[in-house]
């Protein structure tokens, strides 16, 4: 996406913020479909899985920093 908003300046921002916006919107539509079937997520649940999104961005920041020491 950034691409696009450097290529078209303005204009591409502008598209890049209305993709992101559509994209917020169908998740939120995905959450409440889940919450509606599955019941709400509770503090526990929400904590495990930001750590597990924690524990996952800090493998990849690993993975970076092992291809960058080896070019």
Known sequence: MQERSEAHGALGCAEVGVEHR??????????????????????????????????????HDEERSHLDESE
Not at 29 to 35: G, I, K, R, V
Not at 48 to 56: K, Q, V
């Open 22 to 59: 559509e994209a917020i919107g169908r998740l939120r539509e995905l959450a409440e479909l889940l919450e509606e079937e599955y019941g709400s997520v509770t503090d526990g649940e929400a904590q495990a899985a930001l750590n597990r999104i924690a524990a996952i961005d800090r493998w």
